[in-house]
């Protein structure tokens, strides 16, 4: 076997200055759609845009997965795959100019024009169906649908990768439901067979001599080898973690492999069938995830690589014009997410999934009157006004010269000041001399036990928007003082945070976010599909094993560091979970995600399953709690109002600080409270702002503490006081809360407030809003429709016929500001 190379990128770049830790923009400048920003944009995450572009950007839909170049490069196509309308385009992209669009039902990633242009192929996504698009003069003239199988959920298939072969009029479409290969013939539209691929198929690629398709196993870490002529898969080649877009030279001598989960490209000797080296696309030299790799392209003269890091908001640039001698030439700063890469002559195309910028949301997240009483599809609800994160953030296209050697040096420059990772903050955290926090996971807390609360879906504005020391809008507050007194006391009592922002949009990614640090590619690329009523399962929380991060969640880190814990109802419920790792780590009658049991029941669980373990001397040092009824039921009959359903919430957090500050390991404990994601309401400051605590003994008392803070950041706390390492390049760059502690403990206990609505009352009202809640699924997280959900909670609480108000701001944009990592 040939030895395999890890080949690190090697660039001298200028000295850069670490990002500062940003305050609240006081005056945003908000570019345009069709503007490529020129300044530097700090991300609610920490990481910062300067993305490059040598002309007028070109507006493109929500999440474009793929693009496909036509073979006289006069057309480019891209398949829009997000949340909100789904749509295919056709571009110019000579002249950077939208020909043609198509409003397609569903769709995802699948991808392939004819060679005379005169049709595209796109995948229909979980309708099962390939659409044949015909084209002339640059315009969709007609549609023919090639059906896989009928239409979830009757038949789970979903095709994604395409490849066409005109000579025997073939068209190969592999799936990530079924997990098949499908053969289809263009002459009758019929399929001809399906071959069983074991895992999760991405793309696939046809072999210049057409006797060979490539098929890359997304959930298999492998390459599939299908032989054409027996109509077999021959064979399979190991890759590393989440293979997805594949490439070949027009030789067909050496295949390219992106490995999403593994920050790495796989460089395949395609006669031997083996491994020739492996590329690593990272910034650094680093074992963590969070790089991302997903597309691929080749300059013309096939010496350079190109290689998007979704993660790393940049192009990878490699040197591969000698076999198995690959030499990294440096980075490209694109927009956020970069999704897909083609090269056409001089120019790198560049697909920036989620656009250019984080946006503020004050006038939603909820579907206006017109697409409620009109009965618009979800799919067309971002044409009202609504402001919903899942569909906020609209992808672009950059166009960027080919850069020369000195231009790919100050390229590189801005991509190393863009982000906060770096060798030095992951062996070594932000942090002050004497503090709680302890600055390396080798260094030792005088915290002992760590109570993680992880509650569902709010803004800051829902909550604290009448907080007058805080950056809040009244006027988008819907629970305040009165329905979540025990919120702002703990607010008042331990700290106001009001400049902490989720990693993640929705729960599906929200809760590996806040139990990893980082979503797979699978999460991310996926979870557009369900929540936009295009059916999917919500399989994000331990159930499905491709959407694990690769090296596990906080717990496995707990396992292997020998580190106790527990999880009551995250990931689990009562006492089953799929993650192997928390079997029999979970508490035996804590329920997970359940809108019929109230969190004040969950509390009163919880404190029986920890007063058990505290007189066995066997409390775990780690302890995750759900904490979910702030979700809410919307205003169906029968069930908890949203002012109800927040309330409960709210008195059983209260509780169960109260319950840990009045017990014997108070003196050595910290309680730490977020949000999974904040997709369920408006925010004037930024779509991802939500509410916040840090809770302890060691809290700085009464402060109001405008630092900027994330999920990460969070996560990288309590790594810190547990002694653990960092879990992806997201909690090793990001901030601890370190400046909410102190050193000299005061043991103050906590008294829970007491309720101050009914926590009973229920929907008992029979209008637009209860009956659009009788259709909602409250059966998992995030099964109803959040467009919908928001707008009946609105009105819940402001009355039938509300509006929301206008917005007071912009957007969450600034240009960053610096500082020294090393501030003790």
């Known amino acids: 076997m040939k030895n395999v190379f890890k080949i690190i990128l090697g660039v001298m770049v200028l000295a850069v200055a670490q990002p500062a830790a940003a305050?609240?923009?006081?005056?945003?400048?908000?570019?345009?759609?069709?503007?490529?920003?020129?300044?530097?944009?700090?991300?609610?995450?920490?990481?910062?845009?300067?993305?490059?572009?040598?002309?007028?950007?070109?507006?493109?839909?929500?999440?474009?997965?793929?693009?496909?170049?036509?073979?006289?490069?006069?057309?480019?196509?891209?398949?829009?795959?997000?949340?909100?309308?789904?749509?295919?385009?056709?571009?110019?992209?000579?002249?950077?100019?939208?020909?043609?669009?198509?409003?397609?039902?569903?769709?995802?990633?699948?991808?392939?024009?004819?060679?005379?242009?005169?049709?595209?192929?796109?995948?229909?996504?979980?309708?099962?169906?390939?659409?044949?698009?015909?084209?002339?003069?640059?315009?969709?003239?007609?549609?023919?649908?090639?059906?896989?199988?009928?239409a979830w959920p009757k038949d789970k298939i979903s095709p994604t990768g395409?490849?066409?072969?005109?000579?025997?009029?073939?068209?190969y479409v592999v799936t990530k439901e079924?997990?098949?290969?499908?053969?289809?013939?263009?002459?009758?539209?019929?399929?001809?067979?399906?071959?069983?691929?074991?895992?999760?198929?991405?793309?696939?690629?046809?072999?210049?001599?057409?006797?060979?398709?490539?098929?890359?196993?997304?959930?298999?870490?492998?390459?599939?080898?299908?032989?054409?002529?027996?109509?077999?898969?021959?064979?399979?080649?190991?890759?590393?973690?989440?293979?997805?877009?594949?490439?070949?030279?027009?030789?067909?001598?050496?295949?390219?492999?992106?490995?999403?989960?593994?920050?790495?490209?796989?460089?395949?000797?395609?006669?031997?069938?083996?491994?020739?080296?492996?590329?690593?696309?990272?910034?650094?030299?680093?074992?963590?995830?969070?790089?991302?790799?997903?597309?691929?392209?080749?300059?013309?003269?096939?010496?350079?690589?190109?290689?998007?890091?979704?993660?790393?908001?940049?192009?990878?640039?490699?040197?591969?014009?000698?076999?198995?001698?690959?030499?990294?030439?440096?980075?490209?700063?694109?927009?956020?997410?970069?999704?897909?890469?083609?090269?056409?002559?001089?120019?790198?195309?560049?697909?920036?999934?989620?656009?250019?910028?984080?946006?503020?949301?004050?006038?939603?997240?909820?579907?206006?009157?017109?697409?409620?009483?009109?009965?618009?599809?979800?799919?067309?609800?971002?044409k009202t006004e609504s402001q919903y994160i899942g569909g906020l953030f609209k992808g672009t296209l950059s166009f960027i010269d080919a850069p020369t050697d000195v231009q790919l040096k100050t390229y590189s420059a801005q991509v190393y000041a863009n982000s906060p990772f770096t060798p030095q903050v992951e062996a070594r955290a932000p942090g002050e001399a004497g503090n709680p926090v302890p600055r390396s996971a080798a260094d030792k807390s005088p915290i002992k036990y760590v109570f993680y609360v992880v509650k569902e879906n709010r803004t800051y504005d829902q909550v604290f928007?009448?907080?007058k020391e805080g950056n809040g809008d009244p006027s988008l507050c819907l629970f305040p003082e009165k329905v979540t007194p025990n919120h702002h006391a703990l607010a008042r009592e331990f700290g106001l945070l009001d400049n902490f922002y989720v990693d993640a949009e929705v729960s599906a990614d929200g809760h590996n976010w806040s139990t990893a640090a980082y979503a797979t590619d699978y999460t991310e690329k996926t979870w557009p599909t369900s929540y936009g009523g295009r059916g999917g399962t919500y399989d994000y929380e331990g159930s499905r094993k491709i959407a694990y991060p690769r090296d596990g969640y906080i717990w496995d880190y707990c396992q292997r560091a020998g580190v106790s814990y527990r999880s009551y109802g995250e990931f689990a419920d009562r006492g089953k979970t799929t993650l192997k790792s928390l079997e029999g780590h979970v508490s035996p009658r804590s329920p997970?995600?359940?809108?019929?049991?109230?969190?004040?029941?969950?509390?009163?669980?919880?404190?029986?399953?920890?007063?058990?373990?505290?007189?066995?001397?066997?409390?775990?040092?780690?302890?995750?709690?759900?904490?979910?009824?702030?979700?809410?039921?919307?205003?169906?009959?029968?069930?908890?109002?949203?002012?109800?359903?927040?309330?409960?919430?709210?008195?059983?957090?209260?509780?169960?600080?109260?319950?840990?500050?009045?017990s014997p390991i108070w003196a050595e404990t910290a309680i730490f409270v977020l949000e999974d994601d904040a997709q369920n309401g408006p925010d004037h400051v930024d779509a991802h702002r939500s509410p916040a605590f840090v809770i302890s003994p060691f809290t700085r008392r009464g402060a109001v503490n405008h630092a900027m803070y994330s999920t990460s950041g969070m996560l990288r706390t309590m790594e810190l006081i547990l002694g653990l390492p960092p879990m992806s390049q997201y909690d090793a760059a990001a901030r601890p809360l370190y400046e909410c502690f102190q050193a000299a403990p005061n043991l103050t206990p906590y008294q829970a407030k007491p309720a101050q609505v009914n926590l009973d009352e229920r929907n008992v009202a029979w209008n637009r809003s209860a009956e659009r809640s009788e259709q909602f699924d409250f059966a998992t997280e995030d099964a109803a429709p959040d467009l919908d959900l928001n707008e009946v909670i609105w009105k819940s609480v402001k009355g039938e016929s509300a509006v929301m108000p206008a917005p007071r701001r912009g957007a969450f944009l600034q240009l960053e500001r610096r500082r020294d990592d090393d501030d003790d």
Not at 241 to 258: C, D, K, M, Y
Request: proline fraction near 6%; charge should be positive; glycine fraction near 8%.
């Open 23 to 150: 305050q609240q923009p006081t005056n945003p400048a908000v570019p345009t759609p069709t503007q490529t920003p020129t300044s530097r944009i700090l991300l609610p995450n920490g990481w910062s845009l300067s993305p490059a572009g040598t002309r007028a950007a070109v507006p493109l839909g929500d999440l474009p997965l793929n693009m496909q170049l036509s073979r006289s490069g006069r057309l480019l196509a891209v398949t829009n795959n997000g949340q909100s309308q789904q749509t295919i385009q056709l571009i110019d992209p000579r002249a950077s100019r939208v020909l043609d669009e198509a409003i397609i039902r569903k769709s995802w990633y699948g991808l392939k024009f004819s060679a005379d242009a005169s049709r595209l192929y796109a995948s229909g996504g979980n309708d099962n169906v390939v659409l044949a698009y015909r084209i002339a003069k640059g315009k969709f003239t007609g549609t023919d649908t090639l059906r896989l199988g009928a």
């Open 162 to 171: 395409l490849e066409l072969d005109e000579a025997r009029q073939r068209l």
């Open 178 to 382: 079924d997990n098949s290969l499908y053969v289809v013939d263009l002459k009758t539209n019929a399929t001809l067979s399906k071959v069983a691929l074991g895992h999760e198929a991405y793309g696939c690629l046809l072999a210049p001599d057409k006797k060979t398709l490539y098929i890359t196993l997304w959930g298999g870490d492998k390459l599939a080898v299908y032989d054409v002529a027996t109509g077999r898969v021959t064979g399979e080649i190991a890759t590393e973690s989440h293979p997805n877009e594949v490439i070949q030279t027009r030789n067909g001598q050496r295949l390219f492999v992106a490995n999403a989960n593994s920050n790495s490209v796989s460089v395949i000797d395609a006669r031997t069938r083996q491994v020739q080296e492996v590329i690593s696309t990272t910034l650094y030299p680093t074992k963590l995830t969070g790089a991302t790799p997903n597309s691929l392209a080749l300059s013309p003269d096939e010496k350079t690589l190109y290689i998007a890091n979704a993660d790393n908001n940049c192009l990878a640039v490699f040197d591969v014009a000698t076999p198995g001698k690959s030499a990294g030439r440096g980075f490209i700063p694109t927009g956020w997410y970069p999704s897909s890469v083609r090269a056409l002559g001089k120019q790198i195309l560049v697909a920036n999934g989620k656009g250019f910028s984080s946006l503020a949301n004050p006038k939603g997240p909820q579907p206006l009157k017109k697409a409620a009483d009109t009965g618009v599809a979800m799919g067309a609800m971002e």
């Open 465 to 467: 928007g009448d907080v």
């Open 592 to 662: 997970g995600f359940n809108m019929d049991i109230t969190d004040v029941e969950r509390v009163r669980i919880w404190r029986q399953d920890f007063d058990s373990l505290l007189a066995r001397g066997a409390v775990p040092r780690f302890n995750t709690i759900r904490l979910s009824n702030d979700h809410t039921s919307g205003q169906r009959r029968g069930k908890v109002t949203p002012t109800a359903a927040v309330a409960d919430n709210d008195l059983a957090l209260g509780q169960l600080v109260e319950y840990l500050s009045k």
